[in-house]
Nanobody, 127 residues
Framework: QVQLVESGGGLVQAGGSLRLSCVAS????????WGWFRQAPGKERDFIAG?????????YHAGPVKGRFTISRDIAKNTVYLQMNSLKPEDTAVYYC???????????????????WGQGTQVTVSS
């Protein structure tokens, strides 16, 4: 098993930036695909960005965040990041990172595809 802990959320004004981190512990020697999701009150959990399990492999950002958010990974630190720029009030949500046991070069978009989830970190963007 792998445990995920997110950090870096907070309150920021519109137009500002935040960087979320997701640190993995446990069975980190296994191969995982990674994803960031968010969930606003009363709404479903939506895919934001994802990485395949391959180093230098596929990356995908969802339409609402494309060009503003960037997912990345530091393998040596067992950490996945989400750099968020040009934040908007509609980005307000709880943000979750997730890991899926995988060995191919596929970005996983569905929540049901992921095996492990962090506890979430709140991001609030004021107008």
């Amino acid at each position: 098993q792998v445990q995920l802990v997110e950090s870096g959320g907070g309150l920021v004004q519109a137009g500002g930036s935040l960087r979320l981190s997701c640190v993995a512990s446990g069975r980190t020697s296994s191969s995982y695909a990674w994803g960031w999701f968010r969930q606003a009150p009363g709404k479903e959990r939506d895919f934001i960005a994802g990485l395949s399990s391959w180093s230098g492999g596929s990356i995908y950002h969802a339409g609402p965040v494309k060009g503003r958010f960037t997912i990345s990974r530091d393998i040596a630190k067992n950490t996945v990041y989400l750099q968020m720029n040009s934040l908007k009030p509609e980005d307000t949500a709880v943000y979750y990172c997730a890991a899926a046991e995988s060995t191919d070069n596929t970005v996983l978009i569905a929540t049901r595809s992921y095996d492990y989830w962090g506890q979430g970190t709140q991001v609030t963007v004021s107008s």
